[in-house]
């Protein structure tokens, strides 16, 4: 087994990095982002990278096959912990800040999701199915994070949450609706923010609005969370005074909703339009951070694929020596014996539809080499081409029909 490893960052050494590298990009979708004293942690192209707090190149920290999700630094910033896909299964991990191997500290088979540390920094916070008994809801559990058995929290339900500074009071969500596409959703389903008394057993709602809140996030006595109520029906942040149980409208976006924020020692960070912002929790005042990210873009490289798994569609010639087959949007020619296999169309960026051979075996109206006709939906199709469906050939070979809907 190939033993995951990450990247040793040193502190203050991420911004010396030559900016006009050229391959640098100026990169989107830096999701679930998380901030300490000194770095900013997040999820980009299903690795962790770490930047400093004010901006800069990013460093990219997880290098294993699997996926990572959700880091999450520990109170004095000198580990991470997070949720890793290496062996089958989505579970916790936690890594030293500086790099290292990560050490497994969930091993149930059944989907863990990262949440957030303790105030004490020895355990983490976690939202599993382990005993459910079914995949419909997550429960809370408590995880030392040097591993052992995890302790269910004393709550039904529960997909994201956070103990508040004083571990008395668990904020939570028992349900969510963050992996799906519902925007704006008001009903049933519509995801609450709860307060429970870790001592008492007390719970409360934070309000009773039938907007969806989500993700709380402490900070002494103020508790910020995401919502999308307000004017402009946009998740932006907003806060929660649990002394006089008043809300208020923190940020006040109005093109994009703000995604997964995560709070630190003095700030908060969240994603907004595929960029990162930094929250200044004394002023409340956010600012764009400008993050590189510089990468071999391995991931652009031509290369061959194996498609023999991706066939959609079928054609034999007439004279049953060759067959027509789409596949991952080309069409090819493979032959009955023996003989090569011809990527007819060979158009990257564009799909073709539905092959089907002229009667006679000669005509080819794409311009291709082999005998074979092509019905294209993607592209510039005319308005009758984008409504096709499996193009048949009339018997003088010359006239081609297209089945409508």
Not at 351 to 378: I, K, L, M, Q
Request: charged share 20%; net charge neutral.
């Amino acid at each position: 087994m190939r033993t995951p490893w990450f990247a040793p960052v040193v502190a203050g050494a991420l911004s010396v990095v030559p900016l006009s590298l050229t391959a640098q990009i100026d990169a989107r979708l830096l999701r679930q982002p998380d901030v300490s004293a000194t770095q900013i942690a997040f999820v980009y192209a299903g690795d962790i990278w770490v930047a400093p707090k004010a901006g800069g190149t990013a460093v990219r920290f997880s290098s294993p096959r699997g996926e990572e999700s959700f880091p999450r630094f520990s109170p004095d910033g000198k580990e991470i912990a997070f949720t890793g896909n290496y062996d089958g299964n989505q579970d916790i991990y936690a890594v030293s800040a500086g790099g290292g191997v990560p050490r497994r500290l969930t091993h149930y088979p059944m989907p863990d999701r990262m949440l957030d540390w303790y105030p004490d920094g020895q355990s983490i916070l976690i939202a599993s199915g382990m005993q459910s008994g079914r995949d419909r809801f997550n429960q809370l559990y408590r995880v030392s994070k040097t591993g052992g058995l995890p302790a269910k929290l004393p709550v039904p339900y529960g997909e994201f949450g956070a103990v508040s500074d004083d571990g008395q009071w668990l904020a939570y969500m028992p349900q969510s609706q963050e992996f799906r596409t519902w925007k704006r959703y008001r009903g049933g389903w519509a995801s609450r923010i709860w307060l429970f008394n870790l001592r008492t057993g007390e719970a409360k709602p934070v309000s009773t609005t039938d907007a969806n809140d989500a993700h709380p996030m402490w900070h002494g006595h103020t508790l910020y969370f995401l919502s999308d109520r307000g004017a402009a029906l946009r998740a932006n942040i907003w806060a929660y005074q649990i002394d006089s149980a008043t809300v208020r409208q923190v940020t006040s976006f109005t093109d994009y909703d703000i995604h997964f924020p995560a709070i630190g020692p003095s700030d908060l960070v969240f994603e907004q339009a595929g960029k990162l912002w930094l929250l200044d929790l004394a002023t409340e005042r956010a600012h764009e951070v400008a993050i590189q990210v510089v990468t071999d873009q391995a991931t652009l490289k031509p290369q061959a694929d194996s498609v023999g798994d991706m066939i959609h569609a079928a054609w034999i010639s007439p004279s049953g020596k060759r067959a027509a087959f789409e596949a991952r949007g080309d069409v090819f020619t493979v032959p009955a014996e023996h003989g090569p296999v011809f990527d007819v169309t060979r158009t990257s960026g564009v799909a073709e539809r539905f092959p089907a051979w002229s009667p006679d075996g000669r005509h080819s109206p794409s311009g291709a080499t082999a005998p074979v006709s092509t019905s294209w939906c993607c592209g510039r199709p005319t308005a009758a081409a984008s409504r096709s469906r499996s193009p048949r050939w009339a018997g003088d070979s010359a006239t081609r029909r297209s089945g409508l809907p």
